[in-house]
């Protein structure tokens, strides 16, 4: 008996037409994924050297490993004192930018710290994100230095630009993050992804939205650190995030004088304020909280010569390095910082703003002790300020004041004479208090200078 013979149908034939060109275009990409990626579609093998890093979900939250074995991050933000960063306990440094990467990062590996590397994005006012040529310029030069430190043993994670949410936050301009994240998750499989914050606001709607690719979020917060966790929760971030600069008060946000000049607080109060939100946010949520760096681990100039110096010039620690210490490593260290406990024009009000007449003199002073009873070195200057009403431009910010010559005087220990400046403006007197054993106490006390007398009692 014959069987009947069936064909396939006309539309048999194309669907499997179809199928057999969609298999053909995605084999093509694979080769050529495997061709960016210079190792074979069949083998996971991590390069000689480079200790694969992972985020992962655990029973109690979210988890960064590092060769298997969990990591949380403890590091520092800067380019100074790696030494002293690691024997503080430390685990990790944080670079912005690989304009200056070679060295720093070899330094670290060298002191065991591994190193959180910035690809350095251009913000919105230098780059048209909406040119399409200017953002591939921009992506070709991040695949450079992508493929010139994928391999570092040192390598913890990618960092693709700073504070970019500062500018208008254009689609365009996350996409860029997402597309550079994608890029090097092709190029490097072995380290995550992220992008560092300005603030907890609409800006992590937008990175929930057009930056899935991201591993986790960062944030650099200092006075809003206390309550970051609730503000993630707040704008539906539920994932794992890392704490990329913290500190004490910033200046944007601490308070003002009438005339418009931010107070910064002493080391001292910098170091309480620290110790309290750490504790808080980065170890009381490690279920999604990776960890954290310190900032700025070094000696800058940004608004004033101490803001966000955890050093002086000198290399003499502050009271927050003591702190962050005894945090990390549960040891505190065997020479504490001095405490400065008040810093005052004689005379003066308390709480009262000081405005002093031009040319006339004034007696300040400091109240300060010694932890280990340390004969103290007290150090004056008189700086005028930067700030005076409205944000100064960025080359302001950075550049730093030159002290007035000849404007104080010591009286004693403790008390100077202040001679105050001929130009009337606003200035600040700034004092530091050495122990000699290589720790210090800043704190500054700004005042204005008048042409007629409103001035506090000599």
Known sequence: MRLPVSFPSIRHLWLWLLLALAAGALIGHLVELNSRRGSSLH??????????????????????????????????????????????????????????????????????????????????????????EEVNRQKERLRQQVLRYRNHPALLAWNIGNELDLGPGNIPMYRAINDVSRMIHELDPNHPTTTSLSSVSENISRVKRLCPNLDFISVNIFGGLNSLAESLEKRGWTGAYIVTEFGGRGYWESPKTSWGTAKEQSSTEKADFTRVRYEKTILGHQDKCLGSYVFYWGNKFEYTQTWYSLFAPTGEKTATVDVIQTLWSGQRPSNLAPRINALKFVGATAGKEIRLQAGADYRAKVTATDPEANSLNINWKVYQDIFIGTMPSIN?????????????????????????????????????????????????LPFYVEAQARAVRR
């Open 43 to 132: 083998t996971n093998k991590v390069p000689a050297g480079v200790i694969p890093v992972r985020l992962v979900r655990t029973k109690l939250g979210y988890q960064l490993q590092r060769g298997g074995k969990p990591f949380f991050i403890k590091g520092g933000a800067g380019l100074q004192h790696f030494d002293k960063l690691k024997a503080a306990g430390a685990n990790s440094l944080r670079l912005y930018s690989t304009d200056y990467a070679d060295d720093r990062i070899n330094e670290a590996h060298r002191h065991g710290l591994t190193v959180m590397l910035g690809l350095w994005l251009e913000p919105e006012s230098k780059l048209d994100y909406f040119n399409k």
């Open 396 to 444: 302001k910010l950075f550049t730093p004041t030159e002290a007035i010559a000849n404007s104080v005087e010591p009286v004693n220990g403790v008390e100077v004479t202040v001679h105050s400046p001929t130009r009337p403006g606003a200035y600040r007197l700034a004092v530091s208090v050495y122990d000699g054993k290589g720790s210090v106490a800043t704190a500054n």
